[in-house]
């Protein structure tokens, strides 16, 4: 199955704004368009939580600071106003058609 | 607030199988209506799903897996339990069990586990 590719960093000040890119191939993250992308956050040592469902949607109590959008075949999260806390690897995560689920290689977020 | 939390052994001997069981608490596994997994991470790497199941047994598996691996449930003891044979070093992983995809969940794995370390060696 195709694996989903992540930048293995991205790097930002506090206050700034940073983009992760999710890319797959035409079969994986453009297949089911903004509807099954999922994005998480894994801090070191911990459980990964869902931060970004459907694409697009927050769960209760995720800040409104996490975004994600989609256009073709690359699925995107933005953070703004990025706090210290922020601070984590971030995997994005598709349906890839199959009833088989692939998650991206991981991304470190670390904040300056 | 549906929880969940993993239980068995920590230590698995090579050519071996490795039997985790997942405890479903705050809610019955039956009634949401969603789907069941286990998702596995090497220290220091990424996350991989294993495969899913729903209450009615319907499961899938991730293909580079899919030979050695099962996934099975008993809604009278709101558990859901992992099996996968003839473990090698490459097994050795954080094992987490977590509810969904489905659509139930939008497609999304919402609730996880603690996560289970699991090393395979003699």
């Known amino acids: 199955q195709s694996a989903l590719t992540q930048p293995a960093s991205v790097s930002g000040s506090p206050g700034q704004s940073i983009t992760i890119s999710c890319t797959g191939n035409?079969?994986?993250?453009?297949?089911?368009?903004?509807?099954?992308v999922s994005w998480y956050q894994q801090h070191p040592g911990k459980v990964p939580k869902l931060i970004i469902y459907?694409?697009?949607e927050r769960p209760s109590g995720i800040s409104n600071r996490f975004s994600a959008s989609q256009s073709g075949n690359t699925a995107s999260l933005t953070i703004s106003g990025l706090q210290v806390e922020d601070e984590a690897d971030y995997y994005c995560?598709?349906?890839?058609?199959?009833?088989?689920?692939?998650f991206g290689g991981g991304t470190r977020l670390t904040v300056l | 607030q549906v929880q969940l939390q993993e239980s068995g052994p920590g230590l698995v001997k090579p050519s071996e199988t490795l039997s985790l069981t997942c405890t479903v608490s705050?809610?019955?596994?039956?009634?949401?209506?969603?789907?069941w997994s286990w998702i596995r991470q090497p220290a220091g790497k990424g996350l991989e799903s294993i495969g899913r199941?729903?209450?009615?047994?319907?499961?899938d598996y991730n293909y580079s897996l899919k030979n050695r691996v099962t996934i099975s449930v008993d809604t009278s003891k709101n558990q859901f339990f992992l099996h996968l044979n003839f473990v090698t070093a490459a097994d050795t992983a954080v094992y987490y069990c977590?509810?969904?995809?489905?659509?139930?969940?939008?497609?999304?794995?919402?609730?996880w586990g603690q996560g289970r370390m699991v090393t395979v060696s003699s």
């Open positions: 977590v509810r969904g995809p489905g659509a139930a969940t939008r497609e999304a794995f919402d609730i």
């Open positions: 705050g809610g019955s596994i039956s009634s949401s209506n969603s789907y």
């Open positions: 035409s079969s994986d993250v453009e297949f089911y368009k903004l509807v099954l």
């Open positions: 199941i729903y209450t009615s047994g319907f499961t």
């Open positions: 459907g694409g697009s």
């Open positions: 995560c598709s349906n890839v058609g199959t009833r088989t689920w692939v």
